[in-house]
């Protein structure tokens, strides 16, 4: 059993920054590939970005975002991290991440991780 821990988020204003940690347990967290996803009220779950299992694994973005956020991975400290910057009110969203335990490149699909996060705020401010 894999449990994700998100931390990082809060109130930023418009142009602001924010970096999102997610904290994993278990030994095979550098065998997993990890994602961030987002969810704002009356929307559907989306995909922000991806990382896959090795350090300095190959990534993979949303379009919404490329060029503002970028993920990475330490596998010493079992977490992956979402820095965002030039933050924009419609980022606004309960922010998660996933494991993928099976597939290991940090997919754009959610049917393809297994363990989920609780999600942590942000709100953005214009």
């Known amino acids: 059993q894999v449990q994700l821990v998100e931390s990082g988020g809060g109130l930023v204003q418009a142009g602001g920054s924010l970096r999102l940690s997610c904290a994993a347990s278990?030994?095979?967290?550098?065998?997993?590939?990890m994602g961030w996803f987002r969810q704002a009220p009356g929307k559907e779950r989306e995909f922000v970005a991806g990382i896959g299992w090795w350090s300095g694994g190959t990534t993979s973005y949303a379009d919404s975002v490329k060029g503002r956020f970028t993920i990475s991975r330490n596998n010493a400290k079992n977490t992956v991290y979402l820095q965002m910057n030039s933050l924009k009110p419609e980022d606004t969203a309960v922010y998660l991440c996933?494991?993928?335990?099976?597939?290991?490149?940090?997919?754009?699909?959610?049917?393809?991780?297994?363990?989920w996060g609780q999600g942590t705020q942000v709100t953005v401010s214009s």
């Open positions: 278990g030994r095979s967290f550098s065998s997993y590939g």
């Open positions: 996933a494991a993928d335990s099976k597939h290991g490149v940090g997919s754009r699909e959610m049917y393809e991780y297994d363990y």
